[in-house]
């Protein structure tokens, strides 16, 4: 009985969060306007990366950080979600806004950090590059 009433407890607790069924998002890259990131780093240790970012319209809010790696190469971006409506604003103030990640040094060499800008006239990726190289 107890297992019942626990299903049926959780059960409404979900369906009560839920967001409005007519509601829909989607996912969309904000640019990198800058970043706060060592200049160099020890193998072994943990960094924390700031990057900063603005929020092009009130239907955007802040998802998570995209990142991808491939070898020693990380392409980082920040994900937004966008709330699908009609009536989304644009922001005209130039707030900056701040996310952070931390970052395990796991390989000796030096690592490139790509930073997602946008695109370009003709479609193409813009990235911030950094090349940190890894003391002992």
Known sequence: MKKIISVVTLLFLLISCSPEPDTRYSLELLPVESVEIPTEMTLGETYQFKMFYRLPTNCHA?????????????????????????????????????????????????????????????????????????ID
């Open 62 to 134: 802040y998802n998570t950080i995209y990142y991808h790696k491939n070898l020693n190469v990380r392409t980082i971006a920040v994900e937004s979600a966008k709330r699908e409506q009609n009536n989304c604003q644009e922001l005209t103030e130039n707030n900056l806004y701040e996310c952070t990640f931390d970052f395990l040094v796991t390989s000796n060499g030096s690592y490139i950090f790509k930073f997602w800008q946008g695109k370009d006239e003709q479609g193409n990726d813009i990235f911030l590059e950094y090349e940190i190289p890894v």
